[in-house]
């Protein structure tokens, strides 16, 4: 079954439309087509700003029914618009929230002195943790203890949402091509593909740069009550569309692609997919 739904200018989804058939158009200025594909809800909203207002309002739904929700947040850049759309917010009341996030570069061993490179504990302080209260968990301080943070996230029954950017070549958080879906908090070489894409020629030829990283694993990504996926711009679009094909099943070689096991997914896109 599909179903339309039609946003008005600030995000808010105004109508919802049953309907037969398929469609993956575009509708005007800040309508959006949603399909249902295999259990999977795949929006597709016009544009990166109105994916990053739908995924806010997907969170602010959830503090509001649960103020004690513990959420998974992703970096990078397509959640930009999400965090900045959330920190203006000011009627989100956070202070019962358990805040997590996926993922955090390993510094090399001959660690300089000043990084060059922003972690995701300074990139998650920048772009919302700092502007609101809520029980903030950092991946790099657990680094030592992978079961607790796991343990932090599991407790009260979560975690509740988990929000997650997908890599150029699959990858989920940093789970690299080959991670299973019972894959939990680890640590795991960086593929060289992705150090490409997050630090360009520097990052491949200069040291100071990380090889590794800690990850969340697929597990407990998919004991989330329920995911949303945020993909924008066309570069996303191939390995967006290779992900969540219902046709082909899931697979190591696109460790994205495990997430169409999970009942409660939601993909946000800014293009279409063609199934
Ligand atoms: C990094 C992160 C992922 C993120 C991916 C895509 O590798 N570990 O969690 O999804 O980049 O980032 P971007 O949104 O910048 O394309």
New binding site residues.
Partial sequence: MMLLKTVQANGMIETIQPSTGRSNQLGDGNSLVTQDASGIQLIQASDAQAVGTLAAEHVAALLEEKPDASIVF??????LPMYKTLRHWPHLDWRQTRLFH??EYVPPPQRPKVLPYET?EQYMRRELWDYIAGSKYFLGHYIHDFAAYEQEILKNDGPDLVI?????NG????NEPGSSPDSLCRLIDLAPE?IQ??FGAEGMQRSGYPRQ?V?LGMKTILAAKKILLLAT?SG?QGITQQAFDPSTPPNLNCPASWLKQHSNLVVLTDFALCF
Avoid: E, R, W
């Fill in positions: 992703p970096t990078g850049k397509t959640p996926l993922d995701y997650l950017g997908i890599g150029n990858h989920i958080a940093f992705t894409a997050n990283a990850t711009g996303k």
